[in-house]
Nanobody, 124 residues
């Protein structure tokens, strides 16, 4: 059974940095892509990034390039998302995800396995 558990969310000030972690189990990173989504209040869920199991490449949505960095530790089955220069509009629930990732016109999709999410609130 695929399980994804996020941690690291909280209340942070604008301009700060935050690292989210995800503990993955029930699959290997050779089987599925891993990635992140977020959903801001009143908005649709947005794909942020994914790491491909094939070439190991990391792909980002155009909307987050430059401030978001995704990484993984395959040996520990851990996935990370670091967000720099946080902005109030980054306030959202952040979800770790796994599955098949597609990137279309600068947007990230797929990865139907999702965790329960961790809330990030950025104060101005």
């Amino acid at each position: 059974e695929v399980q994804l558990v996020e941690s690291g969310g909280g209340l942070v000030q604008a301009g700060g940095s935050l690292r989210l972690s995800c503990t993955a189990s029930g699959f290997t990173f050779d089987d599925y892509a891993v990635g992140w989504f977020r959903q801001a209040p009143g908005k649709e869920r947005e794909g942020i990034s994914c790491i491909s199991p094939g070439d190991g490449g990391t792909y980002y949505a155009d909307s987050v390039k430059g401030r978001f960095t995704m990484s993984s530790d395959n040996a520990k089955n851990m996935v990370y998302l670091t967000i720099d220069n946080l902005k109030p509009e980054d306030t959202a629930v952040y979800y770790c995800a796994a599955g098949f990732c597609t990137v279309v016109y600068g947007t990230v999709h797929g990865m139907d396995y999702r965790g329960k999410g961790t809330l990030v609130t950025v104060s101005s």
